[in-house]
């Protein structure tokens, strides 16, 4: 740390540069962790430098993705627990980027604070971290911007940016998608990222006792069921692309069912599932009974227990489903792509 860098009419606005630098030497520990073999410089320059192996493709084209936590981060700051909501942020920039069938590569984190304290920084980033080391990326670099007077003293927000890298001829094309097709259902960890200004509302979670045991949640408390990180898939399903053509991928974020199923599925067509297959988290089953919520409203706003779908042939469902089982997931037959107009039939 250079002591020539410090300003005391800074300091007296509210902006330490100072903490900044010792956050800074506190995440080191944990963007180490991230290190891959495209790593081209160390952390604090002005860019992140990645080299690209383009070793094996023959039409590489690159693929981003860029997402924020939303407001679970106000569970973070209820519960005082800030080294899991990086994984979501990471969560929902690399599952995305899957969907095209591309590998991600690299990530960049932005951290927007009232006030930097290097202690919760350095937890935030130790979660970022352990997202990128659950999907295969490096953790290049990133931004902490304090902020006083815009944000308030004890939060903060978080956003990300990823980039993956895929061939183009392997580019998830649902022009393939036919009737007959069989739809998997990859398990959700809980409501991951989405669907929590509604969650608040529906516990009131300002006010609510949020870390007793709840017996509908198996003994967990509602603030540690609700905090819970958001599900990485990355690597079962780049096990999954290897060895089956796959047709459709979706990551059921905002907007549940209804609205993100039907981006994988070609017009025309639509997916039939049977409302007793789905293999439904208690935490939804609590979210609907206290907030009286109407089912399609559940199924159109929150992921419901499925966190992501895959679309192969018939005859390659159940090699998928072993193959992503074998992976770690407990992915199951979900529904059948049939002709439809209405993207989305629950039965």
């Known amino acids: 740390m250079s002591m020539q860098s410090k300003s005391d009419s800074y300091a007296k606005a ?9 956050a800074v ?8 962790r991230t290190v891959t073999a495209g790593n081209a410089d160390d952390i604090g320059g002005f860019g992140g430098l990645f080299a690209l192996d383009l070793t094996g493709y023959k039409n590489p084209v690159l693929v981003s993705g860029t997402d924020g936590v939303g407001t679970k981060l106000k ?5 005082d627990k800030h080294n899991t909501v990086g994984i979501d942020c990471v969560a929902m920039c690399v599952n995305d980027v899957i969907c095209c069938g591309a590998k991600p590569l690299f990530f960049l984190d932005y951290i927007a604070c009232g006030k930097n304290f290097p202690e919760k920084i350095a937890s935030i980033v130790e979660g970022v971290a352990e997202g990128c080391v659950q999907s295969g990326s490096s953790l290049i670099g990133g931004e902490t911007a304090e902020m006083p007077g815009f944000y308030p003293i004890d939060e903060y927000d978080l956003a990300g940016f990823s980039v993956g890298i895929v ?7 649902k022009k393939s998608m036919k009737e007959g097709d069989v739809m998997i259902a990859l398990p959700s960890s809980g409501v991951h990222s989405n669907g929590f200004s509604l969650v608040r509302k529906v516990f009131d979670i300002e006010n609510a006792d949020i870390k007793s045991p709840v017996e509908e949640l198996g003994g967990k408390s509602l603030g540690e069921t609700l905090l819970t990180p958001t599900k990485i898939y990355v690597k079962p399903m780049l096990a999954l692309f290897d060895e089956v053509k796959v047709k459709g991928v ?31 988290l208690p935490i ?12 399609r409203d559940m199924f159109n706003t929150f992921n419901m227990g499925v966190g992501m779908s895959v679309v192969v042939a018939k ?9 992503l089982r074998a992976n770690g997931e407990d992915a199951y037959i979900l529904g059948e792509i049939i002709k439809s107009d209405d993207g989305v039939v629950l039965c």
Not at 255 to 274: A, C, D
Not at 315 to 323: F, G, N
């Open 250 to 280: 979706s990551h059921i974020t905002g907007g549940g069912f209804y609205e993100n199923m039907p981006r994988s599925i070609p017009k025309g067509l639509g997916v039939k599932i049977k409302k007793e297959d789905i293999k439904i």
């Open 284 to 295: 939804f089953k609590l979210i609907q009974k206290v907030g009286n919520i109407d089912e």
């Open 167 to 173: 061939d183009r001829e392997k580019v998830i094309d």
């Open 315 to 323: 005859e390659d469902a159940q090699k998928a489903v072993d193959i």
């Open 75 to 79: 569970l973070a700051f209820l519960m």
């Open 14 to 22: 509210g902006v330490d540069i100072t903490a900044g630098y010792k």
């Open 25 to 32: 030497e506190l995440m080191k520990k944990h963007i180490a």
